[in-house]
């Protein structure tokens, strides 16, 4: 394969607008994304934490190695842990991933639900063809094809005729 037919697949490929609809959603995602991390670490966690006794999510922890991480008694941070090398569960930086991706989860169900009511809305049933019709002499209900009243037997005249 030439390398000018595969740069001119390439550019088709590039300039789809699925393609670039796609692009457009991953930046403005991977920008949400950090909006939302902003949120929890910064706005959300911090009164929990304090609630619960100045508590720093991010830094909880459990050690695998509970001996290398008491220093004069007291626990050292997760960082000095990890920078000693320390085995760690940080589940205090989990529970702040998790409550990201539950307020991101809910932002997109929320855009989905708005975008469907609108297509909603925007989709008018079409209405239906009529499929009966009124025998112009004796006012009984016939099928809209008929040539004949099934009642009273009288000629029809078709509209295409008219």
Same mark, same amino acid.
Do not use: W
């Given at each position: 394969? &030439?390398?000018?037919?595969?740069?001119? +697949? @390439?550019?088709?490929?590039?300039?789809?607008?699925?393609?670039?609809?796609?692009?457009? /959603?991953?930046?403005? /995602?991977?920008?949400?994304?950090?909006?939302? $991390?902003?949120?929890?670490?910064?706005?959300?966690?911090? %009164?929990?934490?304090? #609630?619960?006794?100045?508590?720093?999510?991010?830094?909880?922890? @459990?050690? #695998?190695?509970?001996?290398?991480?008491?220093?004069?008694?007291?626990?050292? &941070?997760?960082?000095?842990?990890?920078?000693?090398?320390?085995?760690?569960?940080?589940? /205090?930086?989990?529970?702040?991933?998790? #409550?990201?991706?539950?307020?991101?989860?809910?932002?997109?169900? #929320?855009?989905?639900? /708005?975008?469907?009511?609108?297509?909603?809305?925007?989709?008018?049933?079409?209405?239906?063809?009529? $499929?009966?019709? +009124?025998? %112009? @002499?004796?006012?009984?209900?016939?099928?809209?094809?008929?040539?004949?009243?099934?009642?009273?037997?009288?000629?029809?005249?078709?509209?295409?005729?008219?």
């Amino acid at each position: 394969m &030439s390398m000018s037919k595969l740069l001119k +697949e @390439f550019k088709e490929f590039a300039v789809r607008g699925n393609v670039i609809d796609l692009a457009v /959603g991953v930046i403005i /995602g991977g920008a949400f994304g950090k909006i939302v $991390t902003s949120l929890v670490n910064d706005i959300i966690m911090p %009164p929990i934490g304090m #609630l619960l006794g100045n508590v720093n999510f991010t830094d909880l922890y @459990f050690s #695998l190695e509970p001996e290398r991480t008491m220093v004069d008694g007291k626990h050292i &941070s997760l960082a000095q842990a990890t920078d000693a090398g320390v085995a760690v569960i940080a589940y /205090g930086q989990f529970i702040n991933i998790m #409550l990201n991706f539950i307020i991101v989860a809910f932002c997109i169900f #929320l855009m989905v639900k /708005g975008i469907n009511s609108l297509h909603r809305k925007k989709e008018a049933p079409a209405k239906a063809e009529p $499929t009966t019709k +009124e025998c %112009p @002499f004796c006012l009984s209900t016939i099928p809209v094809k008929a040539t004949r009243c099934g009642h009273c037997t009288s000629q029809l005249v078709q509209e295409e005729a008219r």
